[in-house]
């Protein structure tokens, strides 16, 4: 003991500075030194916050520069790349779950199904007679105006008979000069006659000269020649007289037909000529009680159309009513509008109560086929592809490869089977765009690798089977 505390005295004793043990300085990380004491003393650091074991700091190692940067640094970066990998592991099975699908349904049915085409056109009556005036004049008096039945034979217009009567009193002249040219062409031809007798008489004497009986002979056939072209004159003057009379008589105008007048387009006073184009003074429809319903059936749709077939058509003027109709004539001729081809079609209609009137447009629905007490499907069921069931957006792809298929395989169903679709291949019949009638169904099975599983081979579609239409939009 005496030693060590001389050992220790000449060091203090020689001014030497007090020896510090290190002290940990919370702000900087490293380690201070703390000036110590003789034993027994206690010094300032130690009485307020302690000493720091040497061996704690060792352990610790605090006293290396940046090590718990690094530290830190490390293990935050282990934590990001957790971080991430798990979000790209939730990421990739919410992308690859399975999404549930609502189907919409509908009900197999059986029933009546037409098929129909559909044409527009217009009305008018069966026949119609359009009057008009042959000779040219002055309107005297009109009998006869807008809707009034009219009988065959019955006056309508009176014309200005003035002209046609003087050109009547010119053919008759004309008569009477020409029988006086054949009455003196018959005098002349006797007396050329006599002439020859007596020249003939002499000549047999030898009074007269052979020349001169030549003379006779040649004037018999001058006049005979004569009498010939003046009865000629006598038909053309009488062919001439009968039609200035046909013109006089024409200046009174009868109606041609029964039936009623549709449209005038003279008044009293008015001047018509007739020399070139024969006016034309009322439209008379024979009977409004039978008319007729002429459309235009397009080229897509004329195969389907006959004669003999019923229909229905409506007109703006009764909204609510159908009328009823029947095919008679389906015109061969062609007619191209904006290069679109239509074909005309002529349907009777029965007009009893005159409630439609000519040119009306009417929209006409012909009944092409009828089926009757058949099995019915919605014909949106047959333009149905299942989606892809794993929803990674193939489903376009999907439904071209099922809509190859059902090109080459038939038109398929789809019905519900457990949580998945099975696919049921049918024969189909006539359509009208809604409904599609549904015949037995193909025993070939589904290909392998589709949306549910195939059909059995014994598969039948009943009344009230459930089938998909359509696929309602997920919920997110």
């Not at 009823?324 to 904006?338: D, F, G, H, I, K």
């Amino acid at each position: 003991m005496t030693t060590d505390r001389q050992a220790a005295g000449p060091s203090t004793a020689r001014g030497a500075a007090p020896a510090r043990a290190p002290v940990l300085d919370a702000s900087q990380g490293a380690v201070a030194p703390t000036p110590t004491s003789a034993p027994g003393a206690a010094s300032p650091g130690t009485a307020g916050r302690g000493a720091v074991d040497p061996d704690v700091v060792k352990t610790l190692g605090v006293g290396k520069s940046g090590l718990v940067g690094r530290i830190v640094r490390r293990v935050l970066l282990v934590t990001v790349i957790g971080g991430a990998v798990v979000g790209a592991y939730l990421g990739y099975r919410h992308l690859t779950r399975e999404i549930p699908v609502d189907y919409v349904e509908s009900r197999i049915r059986r029933g009546d199904l037409s098929i129909t085409v559909t044409a527009t056109g217009t009305l008018q009556p069966r026949r119609t007679v359009q009057v008009g005036a042959e000779v040219s004049g002055r309107i005297l008096a009109v009998h006869a105006d807008y809707n009034q039945r009219v009988t065959a034979g019955q006056l309508l217009v009176e014309i200005d008979p003035q002209q046609s009567r003087a050109r009547v009193r010119e053919a008759r002249a004309n008569m009477s000069a020409a029988r006086a040219a054949v009455r003196q062409a018959r005098a002349n031809l006797d007396e050329a006659r006599v002439n020859l007798r007596r020249t003939e008489t002499l000549v047999r004497s030898e009074v007269a000269t052979e020349q001169q009986l030549d003379t006779a002979r040649a004037a018999v056939h001058r006049f005979e020649a004569a009498l010939a072209s003046a009865d000629a004159q006598v038909a053309l003057a009488n062919a001439a007289l009968t039609a200035a009379q046909t013109d006089l008589s024409r200046t009174v105008v009868h109606a041609p037909i029964d039936g009623i007048v549709l449209s005038r387009s003279v008044e009293p006073g008015q001047a018509i000529a007739s020399a070139f184009q024969t006016p034309v003074l009322f439209t008379i429809a024979e009977d409004l009680a039978r008319m007729e319903l002429r459309v235009d059936v397009d080229e897509a749709d004329i195969g389907l159309v006959r004669e003999g077939q019923t229909a229905t058509f409506s007109v703006d003027a009764y909204p609510g009513r159908r009328f009823e109709a029947r095919l008679v004539a389906v015109r061969n001729a062609p007619r191209t509008v904006q290069n679109v081809v239509t074909y005309e079609a002529v349907l009777a209609v029965e007009n009893a109560d005159l409630a439609l009137r000519p040119g009306m447009t009417a929209t006409a629905t012909i009944v092409a086929e009828r089926r009757r007490n058949v099995l019915l499907a919605p014909s949106a069921a047959l333009r149905f592809t299942p989606p892809d069931p794993a929803g990674r957006g193939g489903m376009d792809e999907a439904r071209q490869k099922r809509r190859d298929a059902d090109r080459r395989s038939g038109h398929r169903l789809y019905v519900r089977s457990g949580t998945g679709l099975r696919a049921i291949r049918v024969e189909t019949g006539p359509s009208d765009g809604r409904n599609t009638e549904i015949r037995l169904p193909s025993t070939r099975p589904s290909p392998p690798g589709e949306e549910g599983s195939p059909a059995p081979s014994d598969a039948a579609l009943v009344e009230g089977t459930r089938v998909v239409v359509d696929v309602r939009a997920p919920r997110p």
